[in-house]
């Protein structure tokens, strides 16, 4: 039926395309992809070849009017390069475009990085805050760290191989050295998944910057260590000092 598709593709093993995304990746009239070539490949993949049209975060205001037209009497099918789209890529505005159009709007559910790397990371999955990608300068960084700090959850974050022992670095200074796990090229051949604290994994990449795609999973703020007798002296002296 006509309407919006958003279908999650692989993160690196072709298997995982499911067979509802193939069926209906292969029926779709259109579809609104980040990059023509990746896509064309994983359409290979499926034997299909569908018409196709960019839809990234250059062209999307220009190119979104026409798609949600179409999605009145065509199959639109959204894809990224890898994953789920709208989780760090493009397509919330395109599914908000389509709802209030009133057009059907349909998720072909499967991979996404985030989720893979929670279930590889063995830290509390209960409650997890995604933060998708740090801005990259210093400063504004260690204020999104700071803003984070207190959140009593999982944090799960992208990155890129050359920043990653700058981001964990300032992951350990911004939340304390807690335990985190680096989840690295999932689902491909050199999948790995390295734990330690963030301070002993920022040591670890800063002697080689790895290669490949990355996730970065941050344990929540442990309970406050119990004050020693000697700490908690030291502070009811010193709030002493400032009573009127
Ligand atoms: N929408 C995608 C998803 O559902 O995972 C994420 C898109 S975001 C632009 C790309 C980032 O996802 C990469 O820079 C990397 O941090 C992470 N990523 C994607 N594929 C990955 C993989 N196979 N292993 C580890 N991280 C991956």
């Known amino acids: 039926s006509p309407g919006l598709y958003i279908v999650a593709t692989p993160i690196g093993n ?3 395309l499911s067979p509802r995304a193939a069926a209906v990746l292969s029926s779709a ?3 609104a992809v980040e990059d023509s070539r990746v896509t064309a490949g994983l359409l290979r993949h499926i034997g299909t070849r569908r018409p196709m049209i960019p839809y990234h975060d250059h062209n999307a205001e220009g190119v979104r009017p026409g798609l949600v037209a179409r999605m009145g009497h065509e199959a639109v099918a959204l894809v990224s390069d890898a994953g789920t789209p709208l989780i760090s890529d493009p397509g919330y505005k395109l599914v908000r475009d389509a709802r209030a159009a009133g057009h059907l709007v349909v998720t072909v559910p499967g991979p996404c990085a985030a989720i893979s790397a929670l279930t590889l990371a063995g830290l509390p999955t209960d409650r997890f805050f995604y933060l998708g990608f740090l ?3 210093q400063h504004a960084r260690a204020e999104a760290i700071a803003e984070i700090a207190a959140v009593r959850a999982t944090l799960v974050l992208y990155e890129s191989g050359p920043r990653l022992a700058a981001t964990l670095a300032a992951l350990a200074e911004g939340l304390g050295d807690r335990e985190a796990a680096v989840a690295r090229e999932i689902t491909k051949k050199f999948e790995e998944c390295v734990t330690g604290t ?5 040591d670890r990449y800063a002697e080689a910057p ?3 795609e990355i996730v970065i999973v941050v344990a929540p703020p442990g309970e406050a260590p119990p004050a020693d007798a000697d700490t908690a002296d030291a502070a009811l002296a010193e709030a002493l000092t400032r009573l009127p």
Not at 198 to 202: E, F, G, W
């Open 29 to 31: 009239d259109v579809i």
């Open 210 to 212: 790895p290669k490949g």
């Open 135 to 137: 801005p990259p300068k």
């Open 14 to 16: 072709l298997g995982d």
């Open 198 to 202: 963030l301070s002993q994994l920022a």
